[in-house]
């Protein structure tokens, strides 16, 4: 095996621990220090780890760092088994599951399950470029998809991220949080929040934030800069008195509760 398969095999087994324990890249780097785009680089396989970072990866994933490096050599086998890169894992790796899948059948099952569900996928992708998301699987793409056809928007071309505009050109920003997980927490905002971030943050037309339980989606609110003055005028002092740029603040629940609902599962 050479270099730049071992780094995409770790990639790989990063980019899949983090959505199985539902986990965004934002969440994700702020755990380990770094940005949500040395999360993507690293996930992609554009960026290769320092001997902390592995470590600190593992404790964020909760796994074993030897799990983190441990590789199939290329050209082990060409059969579906083969194609499966992790050796069957323990329970605690992929939670819910109540026993591990440890027999070749079972793998089997499963891998031609997902052949099937991919095929799916690859439709969703297939809408979701038409709405400017490259990759469903990145940064909450499908729940990102959903607010946008919920909401008749488009991701502002070459733009990234969740900024989003409307038919008259009007910008907004789209963010979701699942509450299963985080019902005490908030909204991430920016990994680099500074004042010119702030300043774009003022002049959008409004803050669209899904609330999600799993993948399903609850409620949407709508909360205009008029509403979020006084938590940037919070994040205004701290920038004034730290001189530098804050790493995610957060807009608490509370808050988002706040503003218009526009809309809700139960009115379905």
């Given at each position: 095996?050479?270099?730049?398969?071992?780094?995409?095999?770790?990639?790989?087994?990063?980019?899949?621990?983090?959505?199985?324990?539902?986990?965004?890249?934002?969440?994700?780097?702020?755990?380990?220090?770094?940005?949500?785009?040395?999360?993507?680089?690293?996930?992609?396989?554009?960026?290769?780890?320092?001997?902390e970072v592995i470590f600190a990866l593992a404790e964020a994933l909760d796994v074993p760092a030897t799990y983190l490096i441990s590789f199939s050599q290329s050209g082990e086998s060409t059969d579906i088994i083969g194609t499966l890169i992790a050796e069957p894992v323990s329970p605690s790796v992929?939670?819910?599951?109540?026993?591990?899948?440890?027999?070749?059948?079972?793998?089997?099952?499963?891998?031609?399950r997902l052949e099937n569900a991919m095929k799916s996928i690859q439709e969703l992708q297939n809408l979701a470029s038409e709405y400017g998301i490259a990759d469903i699987f990145q940064d909450n793409g499908g729940k990102t998809l959903q607010l946008l056809i919920l909401l008749g928007l488009r991701i502002s071309p070459g733009r990234e991220g969740n900024d989003a505009i409307d038919a008259e050109g009007k910008e907004y920003e789209l963010k979701t949080i699942n509450i299963a997980l985080n019902r005490s927490g908030g909204v991430t905002t920016h990994h680099h929040l500074n004042e010119i971030i702030l300043e774009k943050y003022r002049k959008l037309g409004a803050w669209y934030i899904g609330l999600y339980e799993g993948i399903t989606l609850k409620q949407i609110y709508k909360l205009t800069p008029e509403l979020l003055e006084p938590k940037f005028q919070e994040w205004e002092e701290k920038l004034r008195v730290r001189n530098d740029a804050l790493n995610n603040p957060k807009i608490p629940l509370k808050l988002v509760r706040r503003g218009q609902l526009v809309y809700s599962d139960s009115q379905q």
């Open positions: 095996m050479n270099y730049k398969e071992a780094r995409q095999q770790f990639a790989a087994k990063v980019s899949q621990l983090r959505r199985e324990k539902r986990m965004t890249q934002e969440e994700l780097a702020e755990l380990i220090d770094k940005t949500t785009d040395y999360i993507s680089l690293l996930e992609r396989g554009q960026r290769s780890p320092s001997f992929v939670e819910p599951v109540e026993e591990a899948v440890t027999t070749d059948a079972e793998r089997i099952s499963d891998a031609k």
